[in-house]
Structure formats: structure tokens, C-alpha cells
């Protein structure tokens, strides 16, 4: 079994930036061996792919409409990724969640159904 815990969430003003944490665990969960992702939902929308980011760090993926102000990062020897935001835009208010992957030592489809484990969530509201 594997528990993730987000945290970094907050109420921000348009303009301003957050990094959301994502510490894993899990006894026999090796963090370096599987992709990780995060996701958002907004009220009353579908849960929608944000950025994924490989094992060793060698590959990363993003939603198109958030390249360029979001950067997702991880730390193996901490069992922890990240999501730096920046330029916050109304839009961007959601629950963001992290999962990781349901495979080892893949890295594909921004689908969620890929991903085994997820956080609770954690609450990021942009302010205009």
C-alpha cells in the first residue's frame, strides 16, 4: 500500500506562485521506480492531467495550456515530488492531486487510469 500527502495548497492573488509537495510512502514502495503526476478538478469539471514526471527524472510531461508556467520535479531521496506554479490565473483554482503510476519503469498516457495511487488532495484558490 502506498500513501501519498499533498501540501503547498493555499488561497494566492492572480500573478502569484505556489509549490505544492507530495511525500510518498509505503513499505516495500520503491518512490525512484515509478512515473508520478499530478492532477487538478475544478468544481463541477472532470479531474484533468496536469504534469507527469519519470521515475529518474529524465522525462517530463505537461498539459499543453500549462507549459511554460508550471514545473513539476522530484526528489528520490526524499520521496517527494513537486509542482512549482507560477503566474496563477483564476482558472488554475482546483484541488490538485499527485498519483503515481500503476506500472513500474513506464511512462506514457496523461490518462488517470494509469495512475494507482492517489492523495487526498489539496486546495490551491487564485484570487483575480
Known amino acids: 500500500h502506498v500513501q501519498l500527502v499533498e501540501s503547498g495548497g493555499g488561497l494566492v492573488q492572480a500573478g502569484a506562485s505556489l509549490r505544492l509537495s507530495c511525500a510518498a510512502s509505503?513499505?516495500?514502495?520503491?518512490?525512484?521506480?515509478?512515473?508520478m503526476a499530478w492532477f487538478r478538478q475544478a468544481p463541477g469539471k472532470e479531474r484533468e492531467f496536469v504534469a507527469a514526471?519519470?521515475?529518474?527524472?529524465?522525462?517530463?510531461d505537461y498539459a499543453d495550456s500549462l507549459k511554460g508556467r508550471f514545473s513539476i520535479s522530484r526528489d528520490n531521496a526524499k520521496n517527494t515530488v513537486y509542482l512549482q506554479m507560477n503566474s496563477l490565473k483564476p482558472e488554475d483554482t482546483a484541488v490538485y492531486y499527485c498519483?503515481?503510476?500503476?506500472?513500474?519503469?513506464?511512462?506514457?498516457?496523461?490518462?488517470?487510469?494509469?495512475?494507482?495511487?492517489w492523495g487526498q488532495g489539496t486546495q490551491v484558490t487564485v484570487s483575480s
Open positions: 498519483a503515481t503510476s500503476r506500472v513500474a519503469f513506464t511512462f506514457g498516457p496523461k490518462t488517470a487510469s494509469n495512475y494507482a495511487y
Open positions: 514526471i519519470s521515475g529518474s527524472s529524465s522525462s517530463t
Open positions: 509505503g513499505r516495500t514502495f520503491i518512490f525512484s521506480s515509478y512515473t
